[in-house]
């Protein structure tokens, strides 16, 4: 115990010794301490202030400031007594419905427009025809609204905005939030004659936001074909066998495999499609606001415009949905320009189980008592005790009490010029960036190659590698439409309209460069030669015809290696040598089969001819003949004489037809012409198909845009004739200026101010003013005369200057020289037609000036003696 208490006394003192040293510390040191403590505030308070804090930015709206409303009529800037009733009635109904359903959100009834003056919803939908055909259906509509507007979000997510400003504004601004693009377009198919109603409910966050990155673009869509299951005949009791089914079993086998290997592929690439959306929906972040984000849209009932089912439409995409959808979670009411309804269904299944019968006042609460839609017929036993008349009377009178129609809509007549109904897109271009794709549109004549669309697909979501690209094209001179582009293979393939200079329907191909692969399709109706169809290979060329009257349907050529010169000719003076041609020919029934060519063979390098016929309908082979062409004389000259060794034939009936020679040798006479017209044929198919090159590359050098007279802002023709018109008119206007004009005023002025005239001066001033107007008319005459010197002149030394140089002038300068002289002529007719008039009407003013001169009020008293 003794030996605890030292040891604890000695931990004490030394304790109390540390403590002593502490207290005894040098002021100095406690100095540095505090100048250290200084120090490292200030550097505290330097990094902290180098921390900056960005505030985010409002939404951009366009607000009541930015609104000019002084121009706005007076429907916007007050209320008549029908609405100021028709506002207590929906106060009234809001008041009840708080009343009856506490846990409801408020209704959506009366916001304030842009005047900041209450209006009910219903007012605010303006039913309007476009004048526009584009614009009858509700696709269209809906495509026009969703690219015309800029969507601008709601202020408060969790409710709906304070503000619904008129259509009209919307459409002058260009932007605005999804119940502006509701009430728009539900304007617009109430006006084409649609069931349509504005929606107020609840949406998926994509949806609000107007998210489709996880959609699919409806452009990378294929159709689904219709296959039409051909309806089997019954079989008939005394039935003819059907022939032997020749068909190789193998090949069916294959076929079966390829087909099996297609599904296969189709349903992995689907599996993984899946498991990619799986993973996507498995990333996604859970949206806190599922289930309260407030949106609106637009209810397109079935009945009215053959609709036969009732959908959806979400305005800012201008997509169609199923009321099944999972994307609307709920709806709390919805109105159009007659009336308003509240929604009493449970949406705890989002819209899947709600009726839209909005005559059934159970589960559809309306505001107005006047509906178009027809109440539910009650039950007989409801119906007994309602058959007093005293009751029908006074549920009558109640009726007519309560009963209140709705007003007209305050919004003025929208209407859409032509200029933004094709400028469509806000500033003439609009993005939307889809799964993998990425969509451009653009404004008609807004580029210049007259691009207007864009579709560039992607192989990965981050939208890095791109797979291919679809451009669509208006108003091109060259009909060009489509231009689809395959980044992985450089396939590229151009979709013409019909107009083409060379009726150019489709070109496939990898690149410009002749003798490469490449597929032209035509149209045959638009073609003398009937072609539909032309394949390029290297090597061969395969031709495809319609129509014609020789009845050919095909043509394959083959051609060897050119032949090397010294001189660096091109395609057109060095063309490849033809080895072999194949000629196809539809069934001619005016011949017989045996005599009706099907196929045919020139082998030019081997010098033979094959020749073979149609099949008759009774037989499973056709005729075939070979024809062995020689030189047509040996060495010495002697012409060579047809040996029946010269043709070798295969007859499926031989006793029926025996050839003599003569007829074999004239047979082949009359192929080989025919071959050389085949080798010319297929040498001018080589040469349009290096014409067809060469018009490619300058109509996609100049891509010029067709414009039409319609269009006088851009039509350069019918703008300078405006011009002209307009300066015509100016020019009268101007005549009309200096008639009014006073032709003494020069003259008078000569004479001393104040003076009194005498018969003489009036005499000399009437002379001076007829001599003066006299010497202007000859030299107008004159300086007419002059002109039309000169341009003569100038015109015979172009003449002169032709028939000199005549021998030496190209093309392009005899054009430019017949180009002048035209412009010289009309410029010579001109002048001589100007002359030859103003020989004309001079002797008519010169004694129409007279007469005014005589007839001049300070002459006339002078005058009167001479007259």
Excluded at 22 to 40: F, H, L, S
Excluded at 367 to 379: A, G, I, Q, R, V
Aim: some cysteine; overall charge negative.
């Amino acid at each position: 115990m003794e030996v605890l208490k030292e040891k604890v006394e000695e931990e004490e003192e030394a304790e109390r010794a540390e403590r002593g040293e502490k207290m005894m510390r040098p002021m100095e040191v406690r100095k540095e301490e505090t100048i250290m403590t200084q120090e490292m505030l200030r550097d505290l308070e330097r990094k902290l202030s180098e921390i900056e804090v960005s505030i985010p930015e409002k939404p951009s709206t366009f607000t009541k400031d930015a609104i000019d409303i002084s121009k706005l009529p007076l429907s916007y800037q007050s209320n008549t007594p029908k609405e100021e009733h028709l506002l207590q009635v929906a106060d009234n109904f809001s008041r009840q419905y708080s009343h009856l359903c506490p846990d409801r959100v408020p209704l959506f009834l009366h916001p304030v427009n842009e005047c900041e003056v209450p209006k009910f919803v219903s007012t605010t939908i303006r039913p309007t025809l476009m004048p526009y055909p584009e614009l009858y259906n509700w696709d269209t509509c809906a495509q026009f609204v969703s690219d015309f507007l800029s969507a601008v979000p709601l202020p408060d997510p969790l409710k709906p905005p304070s503000y619904l400003y008129s259509s009209t504004t919307v459409l002058k601004y260009q932007k605005g939030n999804c119940f502006d693009f509701s009430t728009l377009l539900c304007s617009m198919l109430i006006g084409a004659g649609y069931d349509a109603y504005c929606v107020y409910g609840y949406g998926s966050q994509d949806l609000c936001h107007m998210d489709l990155t996880r959609d699919v673009c409806p452009l990378t869509m294929k159709p689904k074909e219709m296959v039409k299951e051909e309806e089997k005949a019954p079989p008939k009791k005394y039935a003819v066998k059907p022939p032997r089914d020749l068909t190789s079993r193998f090949e069916q086998e294959q076929e079966i495999k390829r087909q099996e290997a297609i599904k296969a592929e189709e349903e992995r690439r689907l599996k993984q499609e899946e498991e990619e959306r799986l993973v996507e929906q498995e990333s996604a972040k859970t949206d806190p606001l599922h289930g309260l984000r407030v949106h609106s849209w637009v209810l397109v009932l079935s009945g009215k415009r053959e609709v036969p089912e009732s959908f959806f439409i979400d305005p800012f995409t201008a997509r169609s949905y199923s009321t099944q959808d999972d994307h609307f979670l709920g709806i709390e009411s919805l109105w159009n320009h007659k009336n308003y309804w509240v929604n009493m269904q449970d949406c705890w299944n989002c819209c899947k189980d709600l009726v839209f019968d909005l005559g059934d006042p159970v589960r559809w609460e309306y505001l107005l008592l006047e509906t178009d839609k027809p109440l539910l017929s009650l039950t007989e036993e409801e119906d007994d005790g309602t058959n007093d008349d005293d009751d029908v009377e006074n549920l009558g009178k109640e009726d007519e009490d309560k009963s209140f129609d709705m007003p007209c809509s305050w919004v003025e007549q929208i209407e859409i010029s032509p200029e933004a109904f094709e400028t469509r897109c806000p500033n003439g271009k609009k993005v939307i960036q889809y799964k993998r794709a990425k969509l451009e549109k653009w404004a008609p004549y807004l580029n210049n190659n007259g691009l207007v669309c864009r579709l560039t697909t992607y192989e990965d979501l981050e939208c890095t590698k791109t797979l291919e690209i679809k451009e669509w094209f208006q108003n091109r001179e060259d009909m060009l439409e489509l231009k689809h582009i395959n980044k992985v293979t450089g396939l590229n393939i151009d979709y013409f309209k019909p107009g083409h200079p060379q009726a150019l329907r489709v070109h496939s191909y990898t690149s410009m460069q002749p003798e490469m692969d490449r597929v032209m399709e035509f149209y045959e109706t638009a073609r003398v030669d009937g072609l539909i169809k032309r394949e390029e290979t290297p090597r061969t060329m395969t031709e495809y015809y319609q129509g014609r009257p020789d009845l050919l349907s095909y043509r394959h050529v083959n051609f060897g290696p050119r032949i090397k010169k010294l001189a660096l000719n091109s395609a057109e003076s060095n063309p490849r040598p033809m080895v072999k041609i194949t000629e196809r020919f539809f069934r001619n029934p005016a011949k017989p089969a045996d005599e009706d060519v099907a196929e045919r063979v020139f082998l030019i390098l081997d010098e033979r001819i094959q020749l073979r016929y149609h099949c008759r309908e009774d037989h499973i082979t056709a005729s075939k003949r070979e024809f062995l062409w020689r030189t047509e004389g040996d060495s010495k000259g002697n012409k060579i004489i047809m040996t029946p060794d010269m043709c070798l034939s295969f007859e499926v009936e031989p006793m029926e037809h025996t050839k003599k020679l003569l007829y074999q040798s004239e047979a082949m006479m009359k192929l080989k012409n025919e071959e050389k017209l085949s080798r010319h044929q297929a040498w001018e198919s080589e040469l349009e198909v290096l014409e067809i090159l060469k018009l490619r590359e300058e109509e996609e050098a100049a891509h010029a845009l067709t414009i039409s007279i319609y269009d006088t802002k851009r039509n350069e023709k019918s703008k300078e004739y405006r011009e002209a018109m307009e300066r015509v008119m100016h020019e009268e206007q101007l005549w009309q200026v200096e008639a009014q004009l006073d032709y003494l005023a020069p003259f008078l002025a000569q004479l001393p101010p104040g003076e009194k005239l005498t018969r003489w001066q009036a005499v000399r001033l009437k002379d001076e003013c007829l001599s003066d107007f006299k010497q202007r008319l000859i030299d107008k005459a004159n300086l007419i005369q002059a002109r039309f010197e000169k341009e003569t002149q100038e015109l015979q030394k172009q003449q002169q200057w032709y028939q000199e140089n005549q021998v030496t002038l190209t093309p392009e300068d005899e054009d430019l020289y017949l180009s002048y002289c035209s412009q010289a002529m009309f410029r010579i007719r001109i002048l001589e037609q100007r002359l030859n008039r103003h020989k004309e009407l001079a002797p008519l003013k010169y004694l129409a000036l007279e007469e005014k001169l005589y007839k001049d009020p300070r002459l006339v008293e002078l005058l009167k003696v001479f007259v």
